[in-house]
């Protein structure tokens, strides 16, 4: 069975400073992977993805993700973090074969400080 | 994301009454799904249909039922409400691309509906 670990349950970080959310996940081959993004009173908005090809992922919103098998994550990056970004962050990782579940990590959540 | 809604966006109701939590999209997928989420548990799958005769469950889908009225319309709910219950309630599609082992699968979320059973 997949599963997914964010281990970090909150993150505060200064505005303008990098910014790495951990993600670490369970798959017996090549997982699909995705970050999704919810700010306060809203749905989830999908960051980015990778499917296969290049590990360094780019997203919207300035965010990439690097897929390192050996390591099994999935670390969501950002160079400069805006007040903006305060939100809660899920990675997910999903089965092969567009199959149907999506398994979620609990969530980090992100503090930004002015 | 606009091209998914739901209806209501707040519901407030008591134990054993029964609620149903409306899912609507205009993105022109086939597949939809049902998930709640609770504090510290991320996101669970109640239910998932990959199109209007097709219903399966998911890991949580005891205490809830759902039906697919049309390839835009997914519709959750819950026959006897009870407390635990209560939680944010997602509706997302995904769009299905190639087949087999290289398929791809991503999938758009709603707004949410906020459901406290008292």
């Known amino acids: 069975a997949q599963s997914v670990t964010q281990p970090d349950i909150h993150i505060t970080v200064s505005e303008g400073a990098s910014l790495e959310l951990r993600c670490n996940y369970s798959?017996?081959?090549?997982?699909?992977l995705f970050w999704y993004v919810q700010s306060p009173g809203q749905g989830l908005q999908l960051l980015l993805k990778?499917?296969?090809?290049?590990?360094l992922v780019q997203g919207i919103k300035g965010f990439e993700a690097e897929f390192k098998r050996s390591q099994s994550s999935f670390n969501l990056r950002k160079p400069s973090v805006h007040w903006s970004d305060a939100a809660e962050y899920f990675c997910a990782v999903g089965a092969r074969g567009g199959g149907n579940k999506l398994t979620f990590g609990t969530g980090t959540q992100l503090k930004v400080e002015l | 994301d606009a091209d998914v809604t739901q209806t209501p966006r707040n519901r407030i109701t008591k134990t054993g009454k029964r609620i149903m939590l409306e899912c609507s999209q205009t993105?022109?997928?086939?597949?939809m799904y049902w998930y709640r989420q609770d504090p510290g548990l991320g996101l669970r799958l109640i239910y998932y249909s990959f199109d209007v005769k097709d219903i399966n469950k998911g890991e949580i889908s005891d205490g809830y039922s759902v039906s697919r009225q049309a390839q835009a319309k997914f519709s959750l709910s819950l026959e006897s409400a009870i407390p635990n219950q209560t939680a944010l309630y997602f509706c997302a599609t995904s769009d299905r691309q190639g087949m087999g082992r290289g398929a791809t699968d991503t999938q758009y979320f709603g707004p949410g509906t906020r459901l406290t059973v008292l």
């Open positions: 798959y017996g081959a090549t997982p699909y």
């Open positions: 990778y499917f296969s090809g290049d590990t």
């Open positions: 993105k022109g997928h086939d597949r």
